[in-house]
């Protein structure tokens, strides 16, 4: 089958979307063949505007879309992404009559409003539109479905790679108690809640337009800046517990990558870490991290077996085949 996947985020960026269609693509491409039209193809335009994650916003994205579908004529078409190049593919398949599956990966009226002040119900309207016309709209979790509350949504969950992420030599890090967060250093992140977090050694791991800003505020954190995914399970294993203070993550592959590693996640209970993190098995939500960080640190060879586990049943490769499977 010739499938054509088509996203605004590609590599070189750095984010969950990209590494989530990085490990599908790898995979499918076994028994499939598979084109990625992405921004950074021969032939597009880039307009000085990025949109937040450092995506960028294509001038001549309707050519772009037309020019490879004609040239790859696929047997489908699956739109990641919601930006210039997704809504060129849309308004390509639904001008030609052409069946296409979306995903659904950023709760973008949530990160409009706190990045930019955009009315989220102005967000939704676009976003609604811009789904509800797919054969088959692909989300992360139930509770991210109903928070769509689209007729056509399917949950498509997500996957850890167990052989580059996993508990080593499984010996906990002597001293001081270590929390550890990963993510893109932006203010939607919510990092300012893990940096306040008194009493425990403070590892943040990642790169972003907010770092500057928590350095500046956070002297006890310590900033391991930049980190290339294949060395990421080094630094997990340096701590005992996995901090997750985002409220607006469609899922969080950070939370399956530290469960994989042997660590207990420590999470506020919303839409999608309430549907991955088991309370009180495979690590704490609620409204105060800090008394979460302190109960898992009460029970941390428990609760580091239970997420070990559940990391251990979530293959990428049932991922692919499920979304071979929603194509069909």
């Known amino acids: 089958m010739k499938i054509m996947l088509v996203t605004d985020a590609w590599h070189p960026q750095v984010n969950g979307v990209v590494h989530t269609w990085s490990y599908i693509t790898n995979l499918i491409r076994n028994d499939h063949e598979v084109t990625v039209l992405n921004p950074y193809i021969e032939g597009t335009e880039h307009l000085p505007l990025k949109l937040q994650g450092n995506i960028p916003i294509l001038k001549n994205a309707n050519q772009i879309v037309s020019r490879c579908y004609d040239e790859q004529l696929p047997d489908r078409v699956h739109i990641a992404t919601e930006g210039s190049l997704g809504l060129a593919m849309r308004q390509f398949c639904r001008k030609n009559r052409i069946n296409y599956n979306t995903s659904y990966h950023t709760r973008l009226a949530d990160y409009g409003w706190v990045l930019y002040g955009v009315p989220t119900f102005l967000t939704w309207l676009y976003v609604r539109w811009f789904h509800r016309c797919s054969r088959k709209v692909l989300v992360t979790t139930k509770s991210i479905a109903r928070q769509l509350g689209l007729k056509n949504c399917i949950v498509w969950g997500r996957g850890v790679d167990t052989r580059l992420f996993n508990p080593g030599d499984g010996k906990k890090p002597s001293g001081e108690k270590t929390i550890i967060t990963v993510a893109r250093v932006s203010k939607d992140k919510n990092l300012d809640d893990f940096c306040r977090v008194p009493g425990y050694r403070k590892i943040l791991v990642g790169d972003g337009p907010y770092l500057n800003t928590l350095k500046a505020r956070y002297h006890d954190v310590e900033f391991a ?18 901090v997750f203070p985002s409220m607006f993550d469609t899922f969080g592959l950070v939370i399956l990558e530290a469960m994989a590693c042997g660590l207990p996640v420590v999470a506020y209970d919303v839409p999608s870490p309430n549907d991955i993190i088991q309370d009180g098995v495979t690590g704490y939500l609620g409204e105060s991290l800090e008394e979460n960080i302190e109960k898992a640190f009460r029970n941390l060879d428990g609760l580091s077996r239970n997420a070990l586990d559940y990391a251990r049943s979530k293959s990428w490769k049932s991922i692919a085949d499920q979304f071979i499977d929603h194509l069909m």
């Open 225 to 242: 800046g930049y980190v290339p995914h294949n060395e990421l399970k080094n630094i997990y294993t340096q701590a005992h517990v996995f």
